[in-house]
């Protein structure tokens, strides 16, 4: 059987490609592999053409496969398995990956390769018709017409060849119907696709690169459902860009789409690194397993390896260095370039001075010939080339180029500065960091985006929403990192919510530099008290008025293995905000004068509110630390916003993998005690258990409509009690975990006390809340209601926690007002008369006082009393009856 097939999602270009083949093979069949473009889905809908359904065909009775438009067995979706086989003969037509497509074969046995530079696939077929004399139906004319002008930009591409135009003037002599053509190819800009292309402007960044205008964007709109190629096209063409490539978040993918009108900036290369296809000036690619914040950032390193503007080292160099001492070991050495993520050290010596470097290369040799324990001095290389900060980097890449190198070492005063490598990224915290600056692209709707570090001025926002007195300690911290040389900004949920315009003065200061050094100043300038944690680079400043503020020094971590406390170290506020856990919480405001007010938003947080999104930052950000899933959930319900796909398939990731498993009790139930004290803690345990997590606390804690009803009660009693008893503060979720634990059997409940260290008082609160609070309703639910001096009796002693818990137990009417007025009413009762009264009666201290006023307390519960003078002569009843008692048994 002959087979003839397009790649996924297929565009006109292949389906008219297919339509063609199928002259040249007749009785062969057609057959979609994955999907159509919806244009191409449209198309179908209305005109009928003879298609196999993918489920309906013998893959094992082919013997001949046509491919057309697509060479790789990864884009032919389940068509792939016939990659495997020898006994296939494989026809290829394409115009994509010329100088690729002899390099190494991607199928066992391919007979034919027609792959020729063209505008479109579809002329190499109609080239074939012409010289075979095959005539064609004016239907069949019309598809080939769809995928010529499709794939050509109706002829204005920069890919089409004389050759494409011959073609067309074929298909138009045969009959093609250029009417159809023309409402199929027209799309109106409808409003997804404004507000996709408007996503892209405001996300992008524009590089002018070997004199070209080139947009890097990324979006994670995802209710344009059109031709995402297409959009790309528009982008470009609207914009007057000369080339356009973006990252586009989809369901457990990132789609790249490359669009170039210059081919000299080819975008194939660039899917090609993404293991997608393409030519010089359209390419696209599929990633899986990873973030669109790591997507993008790829996308920007490949870009600006490939083509760069002038610039000096210091613009460019990564900074603080990461360096090892000549006497350290290699296996330090190769410690130290696991934990950091890098291929090549700096070696230095006692004084810091730079004598060579050592990579990863020498470093595994070294290993391998067990001479892990000698010295890395003895193995560095010093005859590496090496820049000063005012070395153009044009000279920087030359030398690379020339020498074959690929770290390069920038040197001041003969210590390293700096270090320049293949990857490292422009900087973009400065506007104008380029001769010539970067552009600004102008929105659809009037907008502007500053591009990869979106930025956005702030001024009049803290003026009006913070109170003059933080609005005023802000700018004054601002200052005197002026006066310091370092810059500050403030950061995390206190920008996040100025955007979100919740109240929020949890003031968090970053600091490029010292950061201890500057809280230190800041506490003298204005009074305040300093408490330091030198291992961490943090300090807490305490104001003479009593307000704090927290400062860091702007660090990395890295992690030792899944779970652990991160190790941090001194690094660059970008870096500093990428260590973060989502992107909502990666916004920063500069506070140095020349920049006061100015949002700075490297990761798409602004992106991300806008869309209420909560979104991660690295693939491997819940491996490295599972707790950020329970920070996920707690800031999706605060919000109401949503998880991200990806973080979504990130997170049941982490829980296949079982990594909750290896948290310590400790930091699991600190998570818990915040996710529980959101103002929807119910929503909080449903979602656990949709993720898979409440197995996490325990195996035997469940899902469940009991749970689900005793969770609303809790609620109710709960929103009763802080309205009811203004006075009396809570643990909130401990109320709640108290449900939880009911839902347990005695075994479990006891491993989780076991697991978690809660505090004595809350274990005591718990364990009441099992054992005690049934008792305490079959005794409020009697026939005949206690008197309320015994409900004071059955309810005394036990913790606030547990008698909340106790009002959302199923308890009758009655038993519900006495538990209420005990909260409200009855516990408050005293006696008018108090120890000093009953001296005065006459009655020596001692135990007798507290028996008398316990019975005063119970006769003004249950009514006996109501009166001082009524109290009085209850005490002297009591008195005399003890007296009366006294004699009769014989005493004096």
């Known amino acids: 059987m002959d087979l003839i097939t397009t790649h996924v999602n297929a565009d006109f270009d292949g389906f008219a490609s297919m339509v063609a083949a199928r002259k040249l093979y007749p009785g062969a069949v057609l057959v979609l592999p994955g999907g159509a473009q919806e244009s191409v889905r449209n198309f179908l809908a209305t005109h009928n053409w003879e298609m196999a359904r993918l489920k309906d065909v013998a893959l094992e009775r082919v013997r001949r496969l046509v491919l057309v438009d697509v060479q790789e067995p990864d884009r032919l979706g389940p068509l792939h398995v016939l990659s495997s086989r020898g006994d296939v003969d494989v026809h290829l037509f394409d115009h994509h990956g010329v100088e690729e497509t002899a390099k190494q074969p991607l199928w066992p046995s391919v007979s034919q390769r027609h792959v020729e530079s063209v505008g479109a696939t579809t002329t190499l077929l109609i080239e074939q018709l012409q010289r075979r004399q095959i005539p064609l139906t004016t239907d069949e004319a019309t598809v080939l017409a769809l995928g010529l002008y499709e794939e050509t930009g109706s002829f204005v591409y920069p890919s089409t060849t004389p050759r494409d135009v011959e073609a067309a003037a ?29 996503d892209l402007l405001q996300s992008g960044e524009i590089y002018y690169l070997e004199g070209r205008k080139i947009l890097v964007a990324s979006s994670a709109y995802d209710r344009y459902t059109g031709d995402l190629a297409e959009a790309v096209q528009r982008l470009a063409e609207l914009q007057g860009l000369d080339a356009v490539i973006v990252a586009i978040a989809l369901q457990e993918k990132v789609e790249v789409i490359g669009r170039s009108r210059r081919p000299e900036i080819d975008v194939a290369w660039i899917a090609r690194e993404f293991g997608g296809g393409g030519h010089a000036v359209a390419a696209a690619a599929s990633v899986k397993g990873r973030t669109l914040v790591e997507v993008q950032q790829h996308l920007t390193e490949l870009l600006t390896q490939r083509y760069r503007p002038t610039l000096l080292a210091r613009d460019v160099m990564t900074t603080p260095v990461k360096s090892i001492a000549e006497e350290a070991t290699i296996a330090e050495a190769e410690r130290a370039m696991t934990t950091y993520g890098v291929n090549v050290l700096p070696v230095v ?20 010939h067990h001479l892990e324990a000698h010295c890395v001095g003895d193995w560095a290389s010093s005859g590496q080339y090496t820049a000063q900060p005012e070395t153009p980097f044009h000279d920087i890449e030359t030398k690379m180029i020339e020498l074959n190198q690929r770290f390069v070492p920038v040197l001041s005063e003969g210590k390293t500065v700096g270090v320049i490598t293949r990857t490292d990224l422009l900087r973009s915290l400065h506007d104008d960091v380029l001769a010539g600056g970067r552009g600004k692209p102008k929105s659809l709707m009037g907008l502007e985006s500053t591009g990869g570090v979106r930025r956005r001025d702030l001024k009049g926002l803290l003026r009006d929403r913070l109170p003059d007195a933080v609005h005023d300690l802000l700018r004054m911290s601002g200052e005197l990192g002026e006066r310091l040389g370092v810059s500050v900004y403030v950061v995390g949920g206190f920008v996040r919510d100025l955007l979100l315009g919740i109240d929020n003065l949890d003031v968090d200061l970053v600091v490029e530099g010292d950061g201890i050094a500057f809280a230190r100043a800041l506490a003298k300038e204005n009074g305040g008290k300093l408490k330091a944690h030198e291992r961490f680079g943090t300090a807490v400043v305490h104001l003479p008025d009593g307000f704090k503020l927290d400062v860091a020094t702007a660090r990395t971590e890295y992690y030792e293995y899944p779970t652990a ?16 856990d989502f992107t909502i919480n990666t916004l920063a405001v500069a506070l140095r004068p020349r920049q006061f007010g100015q949002l700075i938003d ?13 979104r991660v930052l690295h693939s491997l950000s819940f491996v490295e630390d599972p707790t950020r899933v329970f920070r996920a959930i707690r800031f999706e319900l605060r919000f109401n916003f949503q998880l991200s796909k990806e973080t979504l398939a990130l997170i049941k990731g982490a829980v296949k993998m079982e990594l909750f498993h290896r948290l310590s009790g400790q930091r699991l139930l600190d998570e818990l005690r915040l996710l529980f004290s959101e103002r929807t803690p119910r929503h909080a345990v449903r979602r656990l258990s949709e993720l898979d997590l409440l197995r996490f606390i325990h195996p035997k804690l469940t899902w469940s409509n009991r749970l689900d009803r005793r969770l609303i009660e809790v609620e109710a009693a709960l929103d009763w009690y802080k309205l009811s008893c203004l006075d009396r503060p809570i643990s909130g979720w401990l109320v709640y975990a108290m449900a939880l634990a009911e839902a347990m059997p005695d075994q479990a409940v006891h491993d989780m006390l076991k697991r978690f260290p809660f505090a004595d008082a809350e274990r005591t609160a718990l364990n009441e809340a099992r054992f005690l609070t049934q008792p305490a309703c079959r005794t409020l639910s009697r026939r005949a209601p206690p008197k309320p001096s015994e409900t004071v009796r059955v309810l005394t002693g036990l913790s606030e926690e547990c008698l909340v818990f106790l009002l959302a137990q199923s308890l009758t009417d009655s038993a519900k007002r006495q538990l209420s007025l005990f909260l409200t009413t009855y516990r408050n009762v005293k006696p008018a008369l108090t120890g000093k009264e009953l001296n005065a009666l006459g009655l020596k201290p001692g135990p007798l006082y507290r028996t008398i006023l316990a019975r005063l307390t119970e006769a003004r519960l249950d009514g006996e009393v109501k009166s001082e003078a009524e109290e009085r002569a209850l005490v002297k009843e009591c008195v005399d009856q003890g007296r009366g008692r006294s004699k009769t048994s014989g005493g004096p």
Do not use: C, W
């Open 170 to 198: 074929f298909v138009l002599r045969a009959g093609a119907d250029l009417r159809v053509v023309a409402e199929t190819l027209q799309h109106p800009l409808d409003p997804d696709l404004i507000a996709l292309l408007n």
């Open 349 to 368: 010596d006692r004084k810091g001075q730079y004598l060579g470097t050592i990579a990863r290369e020498t470093i595994q040799k070294a290993l391998f």
């Open 565 to 580: 406390l991160p190790t941090v170290e001194q690094s660059s506020m970008k870096k500093d905000l990428y260590r973060r």
């Open 602 to 614: 490297f990761y798409g947080g602004q992106r991300d509110l806008k869309e209420r999104l909560i």
